[in-house]
């Protein structure tokens, strides 16, 4: 399973796609360094593509994490 994440750094715009074996419901947030939640984008299908706009959070490194009951996958984002 692989979550794919570009581009990286980016100034607001990232396309995000989960390439997955299993057709589980997964979760998609932005989290902080501390691992706080800083943003909810809901459900992610593997093998569809979304487009996540990070303009309205503050320059930094975050970590985008994927959830599904079998799996957490995480990708750093440097957002400038």
Known sequence: DVLTVGPVPTEGIVNVKLESHTNSTNSLELLDLSGKVIANYGVIVPQQQLVVDLSSVAAGTYLLRATN????????????
Request: glycine residues 0%; charged residues 15%; proline residues 8%.
């Open 69 to 80: 009951p079998s799996f957490t996958l995480y990708q750093k984002i440097v957002k400038f």
